[in-house]
């Protein structure tokens, strides 16, 4: 897909739009996933690696804002700069448990 041609939002994500303006807070449709590496984790690596998948999926590099209260893809261009803050939990700090870790707790 060219990069200067805009999407249009298919009716499923102008719903899932329309919902979220509703409850911007709610994570109703995050999906989330946690994983714990074992060993040392190179970030660098780990950011080109992420950088190069979503450099290969449009998906990944979608987002939507709002034009005139209409739903608006925007693609972001390649390459991807993945921005991947980390925190080392490992050197003696208490580690957080899944729920405290988790972003829909109430």
């Not at 990944?60 to 991947?84: I, K, Q, W």
Request: with cysteine; proline share 10%.
């Amino acid at each position: 897909m060219p990069e200067e041609h805009e999407p249009m939002p298919s009716p499923a994500q102008q719903r899932l739009w329309f919902l979220q303006q509703l409850a911007p807070d709610s994570p109703q449709y995050n999906v989330f996933r946690g994983y714990e590496p074992r060993g040392p984790l190179d970030v660098a690596a780990l950011r080109r690696a992420l950088g190069a998948l979503a450099d290969r999926h449009v998906a990944l590099r979608m987002r939507f804002t709002a034009d005139g209260g209409v739903a608006r893809a925007v693609v972001s261009g390649t390459p991807f700069d993945v921005e991947l803050p980390c925190t080392d939990l490992g050197s003696g700090g208490r580690r957080p448990t899944s729920w405290e870790n988790s972003s829909w707790r109430t």
